[in-house]
């Protein structure tokens, strides 16, 4: 039936006699083409052949036609309707096709698919034992090659004679074509033919197989409403008695939903769709009067399937609800019961059950809610301060019962103590809320602190535990005691801690080399608290040697080995798509001597022994070799390039891949610096050409002029003083080189402060040696400290004896020397200082802290009522006198009570107006900033906040500072504030 509509010129339905409709049948005279570049064009030219004539009229701008096309006049058709009164007329071209022949439209184009055979299944998915039919249009005495295949191999063959019209191939469905196979069909026709199709036609349908005998069907049964600190069992079955191996894990709801995570199904997993394994082809292209271009394939084939349909020592703040019970086995026919005590929980829980035995597999869920008559919940902030005050909210709930009169307690740890009583009594009704409010102060002592409160009533009891840190944002102090013990000799002393209880540490660190002052250094890399990749290589770098050189207890062994393989997977999250290591993570611009020094690491990790992922240094490797072969000199001398481009020839030598085009060119650049003629002979010497090696350190000084900053290299003087000793270790020149390891060791255990880069290759350099030379005598040591002895034999160079001031205001210590050579002996206490003791100052920037209200008026921050946004405008300004400046950080810690509004997490980060900056890392008590100077160039950033938590708390000092040079900094002073409740609340303090 066919729809034909009048209207007149506005639009209008209008009723019309004296219409014409006409049907045409259009007709190919068809050829192929081939031009000079060899690839097929379909050429044609139509003419119509007369169907149908009728003259209709419609009514109310409607009228219908009813046609009907003989099987055998398939093809492609005109309409035309005109109006013999008014002369107008309309045309359209459609397709009239038998259901299962190809689609002659060729998809959306509407292009002729040239050697496309389209086929079809009479269903789209079996189970083993099915018959399946396969209907393939066909010419009459065609040949047909039908096969199955699956993903590995044909399974079948089969050679048809086909008939008029379509051909049926029918075969029988087999357990081994699961979970999917493919049939394939190459149609030859005859020469003399009767259509328009080229002699060879080939198609492939994708069929599912389903195996009844890989399904397991486990079972859950449990009870319907769980209860908080209640015994839970759950029983488990299989629907069929069949045996089974199964896991089971419950958890909470909530944390499924925010990754929308679905309970896994092995089966989807385990027969996912397959790929086609089979690669099919032919010479029928070349085949002489069958065709004489070459025709462009047309097949899908398939894919897996599995992405098919998807929807897209700190305080454990939040202990989640999850439990795993298993691996367990059951026999046929048998049941399991997996019982477990529920903790303090309240909400829902979905029940996940992975089965799976010999081949087939399955799974089940249940969502269960968690409740109880009485329930109770204490809100906290995720942080806090020492000697902080913060009040406790605790809502009571009331289930389904009238509890009645309710004593709710709280109980804390040693680093809380309540004020003005621990218990109170409220009365909880029936789908009751009450709220309690407890008064905390924080002690000055850092560490987890603990709270339970208790609510019990009516002969029902609720428990509900928070821990949280308790931090000191001041940063680490440490005081150094120096001296050394001749040989046969005894020294002894006494030491006091340094800073608040649960800071302060202590290490005795003997060594019989000069001392670097390696404990202090380490630990200042370890802690440093920004990120980049020059950070988190030098954090890693630093302690890949720590084994050699020292003897280090089975527990520091673990936790050196554990941040090693730390930095190794964070490092790998810099790296961008051309295998470069950005500066900071998600950056997208390459770092030339981050990638250089990150590679250098990670070899050398290689090296001793750990496992990189895959592909890490593979593509960091491919992009260093093409960036050393594009090299060219820069004219600005300040940009050390050279320096660059000698350090990524040497990472190319570490790694076994040398550059030797490049190590040549650069070694004949007329004005080569004497950093990147040592890293230049190091990578000479590491190939084995010492003669080169040799040549290029004739020529170099060993003494760099003074630096303190390089913003490309991110170095200094002293930092290339340690390239130097690295390279006369390998070079083999021992005493040139211990000559070098007293300059590297006078700048390691100074007190002066020391950039994270400087810092690691001077510990690097130094290891070297030790690992290339050894000291310079065994050590030989009686140590004891308060009393417990410790006896130190080996040839180790370094060895620390760590000092604990938990049961001891003052430590006693005493260090006899057995040994023939002089031990060097560094004292090193390390603590915080109370908060509110920072000193305010600045140099060469300044930096001033502003708080507004949503308005934009300024706000005195002492005081906020609880539930106030307001916003932080820190603005920093250089002062000029150093040039540009690089690489700086803004820290902002924020007071306990507060809490940061992430801008970035709505998208709505636009309307803070911030400056530029490179990163920025906002974490859940900080926002730290990174950012970059010109000369006089003044850059302000702005901060949402909320003051959430009522109490009184500590607003640390705002910090800005120079990642690379000390002699950049601004410090504003910290101050109390407090945040009070707002004045309407109606629910009063108990």
């Not at 030219?45 to 169907?51: F, L, S």
């Not at 949280?468 to 005081?479: E, F, G, H």
């Not at 000698?646 to 004949?668: D, I, K, W």
Request: hydrophobic share 35%; charged share 25%; glycine share 8%.
């Amino acid at each position: 039936m066919i729809d034909i509509a009048t209207c007149d010129f506005k639009g209008n339905a209008v009723s019309r006699g004296n219409l014409k409709f006409e049907l045409y049948k259009l007709e190919w005279r068809w050829w192929w083409d081939q031009y000079n570049d060899e690839l097929a064009n379909y050429a044609s030219d139509e003419y119509h052949k007369p169907i149908m004539t009728e003259m209709i009229s419609s009514k109310s701008g409607h009228a219908k036609v009813k046609v009907n096309i003989k099987e055998n006049e398939y093809g492609r058709y005109l309409i035309k309707v005109t109006d013999l009164d008014g002369g107008h007329s309309s045309t359209a071209i459609t397709y009239f096709d038998w259901s299962n022949w190809m689609e002659r439209g060729g998809g959306e184009d509407n292009k002729i698919i040239s050697n496309m055979l389209q086929f079809t299944t009479d269903k789209t998915a079996y189970k083993t034992g099915d018959e399946a039919v396969v209907t393939i249009p066909s010419p009459d005495k065609g040949r047909a090659l039908v096969t199955i295949e699956s993903g590995r191999k044909v399974l079948e063959a089969h050679w048809l004679e086909t008939e008029k019209g379509s051909t049926l191939f029918k075969f029988k469905v087999k357990p081994e074509m699961a979970p999917n196979v493919y049939v394939h069909v190459s149609l030859m026709q005859p020469h003399t033919r009767k259509n328009d199709l080229p002699i060879r036609l080939y198609g492939v349908v994708a069929i599912n197989i389903d195996d009844p005998e890989t399904h397991l069907k486990p079972t859950i049964t449990m009870p319907s409403v769980l209860v908080p600190e209640q015994n839970v069992t759950i029983t488990v079955g299989e629907e069929n008695s069949k045996e089974m191996a199964f896991t089971l894990a419950v958890v909470d709801e909530g944390l499924l939903d925010i990754t929308r995570f679905k309970t896994p199904n092995p089966w989807n997993t385990f027969y996912s769709k397959e790929a086609l394994g089979v690669k099919t082809w032919d010479v029928y292209d070349n085949v002489i009067g069958a065709f004489g271009a070459d025709l462009e394939r047309i097949l899908s084939i398939g894919g897996d399937g599995s992405e098919a349909g998807d929807d897209g020592a700190k305080a454990n703040r939040f202990k989640p609800m999850v439990r795993f019970f298993g691996p367990f086995h059951l026999n046929k026919g048998e049941k399991k019961d997996v019982k477990f005590k529920l903790p303090m929980y309240v909400g829902s829980v979905r029940t996940m059950l992975i089965a799976g035995y010999k081949g087939a597999y399955g799974h089940a869920e249940k969502t269960t809610p968690v409740k109880a008559p009485l329930m109770v919940l204490g809100t906290l902030p995720r942080v806090l301060s020492v000697t902080e005050e913060v009040k406790l909210p605790v809502s009571i709930f009331g289930g389904d019962k009238n509890v009645g009169s309710t004593t709710v307690k709280v109980e804390v740890n040693g680093l809380l103590q309540p004020v003005g009583g621990a218990s109170k009594t409220v009365n909880v009704g029936k789908d009751d809320e009450k709220l309690v409010v407890f008064d905390l102060k924080v002690k000055n002592q850092t560490g987890i602190a603990k709270v339970k409160i208790t609510a019990s009533g009516g002969g029902h009891t609720s428990v509900y535990e928070i821990e949280l840190d308790v931090r000191n944002p001041n940063p680490y102090q440490s005081t150094i005691k120096d001296f050394w013990v001749d040989a046969g000799k005894t020294e002894s002393g006494n030491a006091n801690p340094v800073g608040l209880a649960g800071t302060n540490t202590g290490m005795l660190e003997l060594s019989t080399i000069p001392p670097i002052n390696l404990e202090e250094r380490l630990h200042y890399l370890i802690t440093y608290p920004h990120g980049c990749i020059e950070q988190t290589t030098s954090g890693a770098f630093a302690q890949l040697y720590l084994t050699d050189i020292m003897d280090l207890s089975a527990e520091r062994k673990t936790e050196v080995e554990n941040n090693i393989k730390h930095g190794i997977n964070e490092i790998r999250k810099f790296q961008i798509s051309n295998g470069a290591m950005a500066y900071w993570q998600g950056m997208n611009e390459a770092n030339d001597w981050g990638s250089s020094y990150a590679g250098h690491f990670l070899i050398l990790a290689e090296k001793k022994g750990y496992t990189l992922p895959a592909g890490l240094k593979k593509n960091l490797l491919n992009y260093q070799k093409t960036a050393a072969m594009s090299y060219e000199f820069a004219k600005n001398k300040n940009f050390n390039n050279d320096v660059m481009q000698a350090y990524r020839l040497y990472v190319l030598a570490l790694a076994n891949q040398p550059a030797m085009s490049a190590m040549n060119r650069l070694r004949e650049f007329y004005s080569l610096s004497d950093q990147a003629r040592w890293l230049l002979a190091a990578s000479y010497a590491q190939i084995g050409q010492t003669d080169e090696a040799e040549k290029l350190i004739a020529k170099a000084a060993t003494t760099i002029p003074y630096y303190s900053v390089n913003y490309y290299t991110y170095g200094s003087s002293d930092r290339d003083e340690s390239i130097i000793l690295q390279t006369l270790c390998l070079m083999n020149k021992k005493q040139q080189a211990f000559t070098q390891l007293k300059k590297v060791s006078d700048f390691l255990s100074s007190k002066n402060w020391l950039s994270t880069q400087t810092t690691a290759f001077g510990l690097v350099a130094v290891s070297e040696f030790i690992k290339k030379f050894g000291g310079s005598s065994a050590m030989q040591a009686t140590v004891k400290v308060n009393g417990k002895e410790v006896e130190i034999k080996g040839n180790s160079a370094i060895t620390q004896i760590p000092i604990s001031f938990k049961n001891a205001t003052t430590i006693n210590y005493s260090i006899e020397n057995n040994g023939k050579g002089m031990l060097y002996a560094r004292l090193i206490n390390r603590g915080k200082p109370p908060i509110g003791e920072e000193v305010e100052g600045n140099e060469n920037i300044i930096a001033s802290a502003m708080y507004k209200d949503m308005s934009g008026n300024v706000i005195d921050p002492t005081e906020m009522q609880q539930g106030t946004n307001f916003m932080l405008t820190v603005t920093v300004k250089n002062l000029g006198l150093m040039g540009e400046l690089k690489n700086l950080a803004l820290i902002n810690y924020i007071p306990s009570g507060w809490e940061i509004h992430n801008a970035k997490m709505d998208d709505n980060e636009a309307a803070l107006k911030n400056s530029g900056y490179t990163y920025q890392d906002i974490r859940d008590d900080r926002v730290n900033t990174y950012f970059d100077l010109y000369t006089n160039e003044t850059k302000t950033f702005n901060l949402l906040l909320n003051a959430s938590y009522a109490g009184k708390y500590y607003l640390p000092a705002i910090n800005v500072e120079a990642m690379y040079d000390k002699s950049v900094f601004a410090r504003t002073k910290g101050q109390w504030i407090k945040v009070v409740k707002q004045k309407d609340d109606k629910v009063a303090n108990k």
